[in-house]
């Protein structure tokens, strides 16, 4: 049986780090992502069929199409392993394709950012904040008008496993869909309240209450890369804020209506 070098590559570098804090991912994964930025998003190998990889195509499949279900329960499930790692390595290719010199980043090569990523894998705090921010930042940019204000984000039936991962979550939808409202409710000139009030009417809920009545548990900090020029800083420091920004500016804008 021939073994390919790139396969050995990935054989090395998951007995390595693939248990990272407990994240195992299968070697076919970075394969896979190396094959589909390498053809255009597709890939037509007959090794890829493994049902290792039918969540992370199905989730990938799901933020191509203009109008998806992507916050539906199928997708905001905690995943497995695989998709989280799929996710995070199609992220950082995402981030190489805009480095230029302007910028102060040299592009690499698919395969070299591939490896160097894995080397550095995260914990699965972090990629779990990655793969919550791909879900909020597609619903930003594709939903306009938002139109989630039937939809309950109900973290007890997510198979998220503690505090944190559920922290993770509404906070990654705070630092994306939060952040918007922030935008309308902090305007002055105009006053944007009314945009701000009819966003939220379009926000979900979360457990079934509107965020800003949402009950932020404690849970454990970790360090996240939000800047690749940038060192990882502290989850509750970055997201924290956006959250408690939204709130304020929301019930400032619900207190004027009501006056």
């Given at each position: 049986m021939k073994i390919s070098i790139l396969t050995i590559l990935f054989l090395s570098i998951n007995s390595v780090f693939g248990q990272n804090k407990s994240v195992e991912y299968n070697e076919i994964i970075p394969e896979y992502i190396i094959s589909i930025w390498e053809n255009n998003g597709t890939s037509s190998d007959s090794k890829f069929d493994s049902t290792d990889l039918n969540e992370t195509k199905a989730f990938f499949s799901e933020l191509s199409k203009r109008e998806n279900a992507i916050t539906s329960?199928?997708?905001?499930?905690?995943?497995?392993?695989?998709?989280?790692?799929?996710?995070?390595?199609?992220?950082?290719?995402?981030?190489?394709?805009?480095?230029?010199?302007?910028?102060?980043?040299?592009?690499?090569?698919?395969?070299?950012?591939?490896?160097?990523?894995?080397?550095?894998?995260?914990?699965?705090?972090?990629?779990?904040?990655?793969?919550?921010?791909?879900?909020?930042?597609?619903?930003?940019?594709?939903?306009?008008?938002?139109?989630?204000?039937?939809?309950?984000?109900?973290?007890?039936?997510?198979?998220?496993?503690?505090?944190?991962?559920?922290?993770?979550?509404?906070?990654?939808?705070?630092?994306?869909?939060?952040?918007?409202?922030?935008?309308?409710?902090?305007?002055?000139?105009?006053?944007?309240?009314?945009?701000?009030?009819?966003?939220?009417?379009?926000?979900?809920?979360?457990?079934?209450?509107?965020?800003?009545e949402f009950d932020l548990p404690e849970f454990e900090d970790f360090e996240i890369e939000v800047d690749k020029r940038k060192p990882k800083m502290s989850f509750k420091e970055r997201y924290i804020p956006e959250f408690e920004n939204a709130k304020l500016g929301i019930e400032k804008c619900l207190a004027e209506e009501k006056n």
């Open positions: 329960n199928q997708f905001l499930k905690k995943p497995t392993d695989n998709t989280l790692v799929a996710n995070y390595l199609n992220t950082k290719l995402k981030w190489n394709s805009f480095n230029e010199p302007h910028v102060g980043l040299k592009k690499e090569l698919t395969k070299k950012v591939v490896e160097n990523s894995l080397k550095k894998l995260p914990e699965r705090n972090e990629l779990l904040a990655f793969y919550y921010s791909s879900i909020f930042i597609d619903v930003l940019n594709k939903q306009k008008p938002m139109n989630l204000s039937d939809t309950n984000i109900d973290l007890e039936n997510l198979n998220l496993d503690n505090d944190t991962e559920k922290a993770i979550l509404f906070l990654t939808a705070m630092r994306h869909v939060g952040n918007q409202l922030t935008s309308y409710a902090t305007t002055r000139f105009p006053n944007n309240c009314f945009r701000a009030i009819e966003y939220l009417e379009n926000m979900p809920k979360f457990n079934g209450k509107p965020f800003y």
